[in-house]
């Protein structure tokens, strides 16, 4: 089915409205995938907060020239979906896993800041912990020290307390 004019131009703005804050982008192609994967592999993707579509090869070359994605552009070649995070580990999870679970699904390519990345990097990618996973760790690891600062501190009245519960017994059992 072709688009209009009017339509390319709304597909154009919202592929490069995606990709304009994205970090990392992967390429795979769906050949022989079910509407129902399909739509599996969208559900996922919306819940890890990565931007998939897939975009007629023309437009997408003509998005993604001047851009950070601009080494991807041999690779739009046959039915591919693209697919964008501000997160890069993020769209590699999604990708990869899904990709381990249907094989109809093979990812091709990717890039970040600019350079090309390949299935293996990928992968690699995305057995990193995630930006939500690394923050929780920074967290925890600014907030030790804290915690046991103050456990320090309530130990020394409550080693009083106990030192006088003690005497207090050993005074009523004498």
Same mark, same amino acid.
């Given at each position: 089915?072709?688009?209009?004019?009017?339509?390319?131009?709304?597909?154009?703005?919202?592929?490069?409205?995606?990709?304009?804050?994205?970090?990392?982008?992967?390429?795979?192609?769906?050949?022989?995938?079910?509407?129902?994967?399909?739509?599996?592999?969208?559900?996922?993707?919306?819940?890890?907060?990565?931007?998939?579509?897939?975009?007629?090869?023309?437009?997408?070359?003509?998005?993604?020239?001047?851009?950070?994605?601009?080494?991807?552009?041999?690779?739009?070649?046959?039915?591919?979906?693209?697919?964008?995070?501000?997160?890069?580990?993020?769209?590699?999870?999604?990708? +990869? *896993?899904?990709?381990?679970?249907? #094989?109809? !699904?093979?990812?091709?390519? @990717?890039? =970040? &800041?600019?350079?090309?990345?390949?299935?293996?990097?990928?992968?690699?990618? +995305? *057995?990193?912990?995630?930006?939500? #996973?690394? !923050?929780?760790?920074?967290? @925890?690891? =600014? &907030?030790?020290?804290?915690?046991?600062?103050?456990?320090?501190?309530?130990?020394?009245?409550?080693?009083?307390?106990?030192?006088?519960?003690?005497?207090?017994?050993?005074?009523?059992?004498?």
């Amino acid at each position: 089915m072709s688009l209009s004019f009017e339509q390319k131009k709304a597909v154009v703005s919202e592929v490069t409205e995606a990709i304009a804050s994205a970090q990392a982008g992967v390429l795979a192609e769906y050949r022989g995938m079910t509407v129902s994967q399909l739509t599996d592999l969208r559900k996922e993707a919306r819940n890890a907060g990565v931007w998939i579509r897939v975009v007629k090869n023309n437009l997408a070359k003509r998005v993604i020239d001047g851009s950070d994605f601009e080494c991807l552009t041999e690779h739009f070649v046959g039915p591919v979906i693209f697919s964008a995070s501000e997160d890069p580990v993020a769209v590699a999870k999604v990708m +990869s *896993k899904f990709a381990e679970d249907n #094989e109809n !699904l093979k990812i091709t390519a @990717g890039a =970040m &800041n600019g350079s090309l990345m390949d299935q293996k990097t990928i992968e690699s990618l +995305s *057995k990193l912990p995630g930006r939500d #996973e690394l !923050l929780a760790k920074l967290m @925890g690891t =600014m &907030n030790a020290p804290i915690q046991k600062f103050v456990s320090t501190l309530n130990e020394v009245p409550g080693k009083f307390v106990r030192t006088l519960s003690a005497v207090a017994e050993s005074k009523e059992a004498a």
